[in-house]
């Protein structure tokens, strides 16, 4: 990709990591710089990021893994059995079993498993609700709900919902005004997640 064709519509940092398929003035634009450029997320071998593309359960928590990790959130760790309190620990990618075996020690994902009966599906996609969970387990904390959001919801009773919210982290769809929970998670929704859950930093000049 030249310097003369990235100029005029794909977003380019200053340290020349540029995706093909990342234009500049989109909502997700500033997060992908942000966590390229803090290796929380990287590209596809032919340039491109994929904003649009879905997020497994097994990638998410390879994110959040480095997330955990690099940002330093107040962990503790629940004691849990790892892989083995997984059903379906042998569907796992070996390259995310590090990652699933460090979600499962701290608990990121006992919400979604409640709802699975231990089972994790690490290839299928991850949804809103379910990035809303993690964010609360991650961090915690605590609105007038959208109409496809409801009290009683499993993400909304123990507070993800409220957590990820309230604080601005997830916002809904300003076409519809829904959040849509069990809509699927893309690369580019879950980069403005982590950038927003950051504070909205500059990526790092290189």
Same mark, same amino acid.
């Given at each position: 990709l030249s310097s003369s064709s990235a100029a005029s519509d794909v977003y380019?940092?200053?340290? +020349?990591?540029?995706?093909?398929?990342?234009? +500049?003035?989109?909502?997700?634009?500033?997060a992908v710089e942000w966590v390229a450029g803090?290796?929380?997320?990287t590209g596809y071998d032919d340039g491109r990021f994929g904003p649009n593309d879905v997020v497994t359960h097994e990638q998410l928590a390879v994110i959040a893994q480095r997330f955990g990790q690099t940002r330093r959130p107040s962990l503790s760790a629940h004691g849990t059995s790892g892989l083995s309190g997984l059903r379906d620990a042998s569907s796992i990618s070996s390259f995310a079993t590090n990652a699933v075996n460090w979600c499962m020690t701290y608990g990121v994902y006992d919400d979604v498993l409640d709802q699975t009966g231990g089972y994790l599906y690490p290839t299928q996609?991850?949804?809103r609700s379910e990035m809303a969970s993690l964010l609360q387990l991650l961090y915690r904390d605590a609105l007038d709900y959208p109409s496809d959001v409801s009290p009683v919801d499993w993400y909304v009773v123990g507070g993800e919902f409220d957590y990820a919210v309230d604080s601005g982290i997830m916002t809904g769809y300003t076409n519809t005004g829904l959040f849509g929970p069990y809509d699927t998670l893309t690369r580019g929704q879950v980069a403005t997640i982590l950038w927003r859950l950051a504070g909205e930093p500059s990526a790092p000049a290189g």
């Open positions: 380019k940092r200053q340290n +020349s990591i540029a995706f093909q398929d990342v234009s +500049s003035g989109q909502y997700y634009t500033q803090e290796g929380l997320m996609a991850a949804t």
